[in-house]
């Protein structure tokens, strides 16, 4: 491995043989290069889709209602069915467990002034668990708190857009805003992934939103983050159970989809993951398939250029030079070939995906990248595979007579 002759002969034959090498390493190069970029691609679709899926809770189940569509146990179709607080506690405590944060909402459009300016918002009755299922972050002060509902305070938590079109100078926490006639102090600012629609929210405690309207205790939505340790099928059976209790405790038809409706995140992530398997078992086999490509490559052309070379080992065989010491040249040459090609593959391949960047986020591909352990294996498997292609035919040709290899034309 260390003997200077034999880096020598071959930095010469590589001298001698430029279109040869040049070849053999255009075939280690590209196979990697296509492997990186093609995995980095891949790595960017499920940074897509994973980001699409993190604007809100990724174990979140929402809960609302609307109008019969049947008559069930006397009662008439086209009846609204309205949640209220006692609701809520049903539902959340009927398995514990399986409950993480959860929170009631009371949605409504009022009028929000501050000094001369004003503007119709969506205000939020919530509890602190909205923050956590929203997927909210605060900028400035604080989010609700236990202590806000049981006193049922004046405060408000603003989003960054409507401290942008209200609150111009200056930090808003600690000043007052006018909703539809009620002062309430702003305690924080947050931002949410989910654009400036939703950072144009008001969150309120629920409680004193439900004051405001006459003592109602009237929930729009409830939304709940099961337990995380649940599998995204303990997840829908769960979100299908909570569907068909409050059906069963507000008498909707058990046919009926629109008196009671289920949004369970834990569908789409199933139905994400099974996605992401196919795209990874797609990806994967594109990419072995390219690297099996590289392989095969590489075996025809050191094939090619040890017949190339027949002559030349029958010389030094005939001069005295044992089978072993030819065979460990050839493979040699083959190995260093293999690991400054796949070096100059993996450099070219990240190099791309560093340029690509997020120019393909319209495509769905965002953050393309590839992990160095997966681009360390694909390398060991072609230096592994250059080593065992260059073994194979020169050790054949270290078994062939001097007299035949001399007459091999």
Partial sequence: MFDLDRWQEIFSSIR????????????????????VVLFGIGKGLQNAFTEGFARDAQNLITIYTGKTTMAYKGLQSDRTVTMNN??????????????????????????????????????????????????????????????????KQNVAVIGRMVQRDLIKNGSPVG????????????VGVFSDDGGDW??????????????????????????????????????????????????????VAPDDEN???????????????????????????????????????????????????????????????????????????SVVITVVSGIVGVGVGVLALSLIGDSLEEYFIKSPSVGWVTIFMAFIALVFSGLIAGFVPAYRASRIKPIEALRTE
């Fill in 198 to 251: 939703d950072e144009r929210h008001i969150a309120v405690p629920i409680t004193t939103l439900q004051q405001m309207k006459k003592g109602s205790d009237t929930v729009s939505t409830v939304y709940i983050a099961y337990n995380e340790k649940m599998s995204p099928e303990e997840a829908i059976k769960y979100g299908d159970e909570l569907k068909d209790r409050l059906k069963s405790r507000k008498n």
């Fill in 16 to 35: 001698s043989n430029v279109l040869r090498t040049v070849l053999s390493g255009f075939t280690v190069a590209l196979g990697l290069f296509i492997f």
């Fill in 86 to 151: 006692d609701d809520y506690d049903f539902l959340i405590n009927a398995d514990k467990d399986k409950v993480g944060d959860a929170s009631p909402r009371y949605t409504t459009s009022l009028m929000v002034k501050y000094g001369k300016e004003s503007g119709t918002y969506q205000v939020n009755g919530a509890e602190p668990g909205e923050k956590v299922i929203e997927n909210r972050k605060m900028l400035d002060g604080r989010y609700l708190t236990d202590m806000d509902l049981q006193r």
């Fill in 175 to 186: 000043k007052d805003l006018n909703i539809n006639g009620t002062m309430f102090k702003v």
């Fill in 259 to 333: 008196g009671v409706r289920v949004w369970n995140n834990a569908k789409n992530m199933n139905e994400t993951f099974q996605f992401m398997a196919v795209l990874t078992i797609i990806v994967g086999f594109i990419g072995l398939g390219t690297l099996l490509a590289g392989i095969i490559g590489i075996s025809n052309i050191m094939v090619y250029i040890v017949k190339e070379r027949t002559k030349e080992i029958g010389v030094r065989k005939a001069i005295g030079a044992k089978p072993r010491s030819i065979v460990a040249l050839i493979v040699q040459e």
